[in-house]
């Protein structure tokens, strides 16, 4: 990370500064999203971007942006750092007040950061070279508002520790009802019988953009049946194939939940035609 951007200027990182009043350092209140870039290329930049401007509504934040105004950032960043395999972090807060209240006035000058980092290589369809994922099961003590991409994420930040203390990458979460949501940083599908099956989106679980991309190029591009649903506890343990699915991870393949190995071990024939075809389409949805 080499230069950053910062309300209207690309600069070093050490030169970026913020107000400690901004509402984003004293409340996490703001909107932020990742774009994976490869090799100037990004994946799904138009519905990132949407759903980044749906979030901003949705928590009232007043603001002068469009798609065109990221577009030009997002390049700016890619081009200045180098290129190559690049994630973009867009973070928009609320900006800075002049006093620490909860309720916030209409006024305030949003803050907009913006960097690039180093990601891995888009994955393919390689047993020697595609990374697997060992992941626990929780009980879902998130808010109640998953849908939107807030930077407020103390809950996703404390389930994701949750595994890594105990040695593995993710944790699945569940609702009440013994429902699955999605992960502590990712959707969520499973495979049964040849049929691909996720969760029904809801106030609980964000609308990833990697899980709208494999759902739109699976109804296009193949024959294999998809099902958007309740899943639940017993239907995830008892999976041919548990997927996790993000902009970084793409379709990342689950080996273990909890102490159960699944498919015993091995990567699956659906994930295999589903990683194929997300490499082949996945530059398709740039447009705006």
């Known amino acids: 990370m080499s230069i950053v951007y910062l309300n209207g200027e690309f600069i070093p990182p050490e030169q970026a500064k913020i107000s400690p009043m901004d509402r984003g350092f004293l409340f996490g209140d703001g909107i932020y999203e990742v774009i994976p870039s490869y ?3 990004f994946v799904g930049f138009t519905p ?3 759903r980044l401007l749906d979030g901003l509504a949705a928590i009232e934040i007043n603001h002068p942006y469009d798609h065109a105004f990221f577009e030009e950032i997002c390049h700016q960043l890619c081009e200045q750092n180098g290129g190559g395999d690049l994630g973009i972090y867009i973070h928009v807060s609320r900006g800075a007040d002049t006093k620490r209240h909860h309720a916030f006035t209409q006024n305030i000058r949003p803050t907009l950061f913006a960097y690039a980092f180093e990601i891995p290589p888009a994955p393919c369809v390689d047993d020697t070279k595609i990374n697997t994922y060992k992941v626990i099961s929780a009980q879902d003590l998130r808010w109640q508002r998953c849908n939107i991409k807030s930077t407020s994420l103390l809950g996703n930040v404390m389930h994701y520790q949750r595994s890594h203390q105990a040695g593995f990458d993710e944790t699945l979460l569940f609702n009440e009802k013994d429902e699955l949501t999605e992960a ?3 959707n969520c599908f499973i495979v049964k019988d040849g049929v691909v099956i996720t969760p029904k989106l809801d106030h609980q679980k964000l609308p990833g953009i ?15 049946p998809v099902e958007e649903r309740v899943v639940t506890r017993d239907e995830v343990f008892a999976a041919d194939e548990i ?3 993000s902009s970084t991870k793409q379709v990342g393949p689950v080996r273990q939940l909890d102490d159960k190995i699944i498919n015993n071990g091995n990567l ?7 990683q194929a075809l997300f490499t082949a389409h996945q530059f398709d949805y740039n447009d705006y």
Not at 268 to 274: H, L, M
């Open 184 to 186: 502590a940083s990712c």
């Open 39 to 41: 090799d100037n290329k």
């Open 210 to 224: 990697t899980r709208l991309l494999i759902l739109d190029i699976l109804d296009k591009y193949s024959d294999i």
């Open 268 to 274: 699956g024939d659906i994930w295999r035609q589903t």
């Open 48 to 50: 990132h971007i949407d």
């Open 243 to 245: 997927w996790l699915t």
